[in-house]
């Protein structure tokens, strides 16, 4: 046991970073995930400290554990989500690379609580199984099998082909200037023949009620959109990675911020996620004060 480990405020922050990865892809909510690591760090001060020999992986059991406990009442809410629902945005810069994409996340919204457990921590963090065992509460054999059964169902939204960083925010700002245009042809030119459009207001702002599909529907959607915002500024805050895809982020007219990401293939935009719940934007307000 190191000596940090006796101070558990120092011991908690040197893991703080790694626990907030884990509990935000297993939650898809920031503000969820800090709660989580409130009430794990809660956990590790009460703790025998003195007896535990690796304080990371004791703290990781914590952590899954919780989220495990908060999925099983956040299905309930998510079935009565008001319109299409995203996870929170987390937005870093163009040069950051994460394999746990938007895509990737909403297809982990449809495992079980611990089928998404297996594959996050052992696909996408290295734990091996018997760890994850001592984390979930089944064996390695269990676990082994819940990973695979994850693993074929968010096979395809892994990513294959990552856009060039330089190409992406090309195409976020070609995309972003058409848009608002509403210029159908630039539009039509830069996105998939089945693209989908995902906006989530949560019932708190303006957004499209249902998952738009298909070049014909979206092009007229975002002329639509870009028809009513006629005469009102956006103001562009920053371009990066959202969720691991190229976007940006706007201030809109109302005074709140937006999150747009782009999945990109074969050079054409394959999907838009656009942010507008205030809700799920609190942080990015918070880290631009």
Not at 105 to 133: C, K, T, Y
Not at 150 to 163: F, G, I, N, Q, T
Not at 210 to 220: H, I, N
Not at 277 to 284: E, F, G, Q, S
């Amino acid at each position: 046991m190191t000596a940090s480990a006796t101070d558990p405020a120092a011991s908690f922050a040197a893991a703080r970073p790694a626990l907030m990865r884990v509990a935000y892809r297993m939650l898809g909510s920031v503000a969820d995930a800090e709660d989580v690591l409130q009430d794990a760090y809660l956990r590790w001060a009460e703790a025998d400290r003195a007896s535990v020999q690796v304080p990371e992986a004791f703290l990781r059991r914590i952590v899954t554990r919780l989220c495990l406990d908060h999925l099983k009442s956040a299905r309930v809410q998510r079935e009565t989500y008001a319109g299409p629902w995203l996870p929170e945005p987390m937005v870093e810069p163009m040069e950051e690379q994460d394999d746990v994409t938007l895509p990737l996340m909403l297809a982990l919204e449809r495992l079980s609580p611990l089928e998404r457990a297996a594959f996050l921590l052992h696909d996408v963090f290295g734990q091996s199984f018997d760890e994850i065992a001592a984390a979930v509460g089944r064996d390695s054999a269990a676990c082994r099998q819940l990973a695979a059964r994850a693993r074929a169902h968010v096979r395809a939204e892994r990513p294959r082909y990552p856009v060039d960083r330089a190409r992406g925010q090309e195409i976020a700002a070609a995309f972003l200037t058409a848009s608002r245009a509403g210029d159908t042809v630039a539009l039509s030119n830069l996105l998939a023949a089945d693209v989908t459009f995902y906006s989530d207001g949560g019932g708190k702002r303006p957004a499209v009620a249902r998952v738009m599909r298909g070049l014909s529907e979206v092009v007229r959607s975002l002329a639509a959109i870009s028809r009513l915002l006629t005469g009102k500024s956006t103001q562009v805050v920053r371009y990066g990675l959202v969720n691991g895809l190229p976007g940006f982020v706007t201030r809109e007219h109302d005074g709140l911020l937006q999150t747009t990401a782009l999945l990109i293939e074969d050079d054409r935009i394959a999907a838009i996620y656009v942010m507008r719940n205030p809700d799920k934007l609190a942080h990015l307000e918070r880290e631009m004060q």
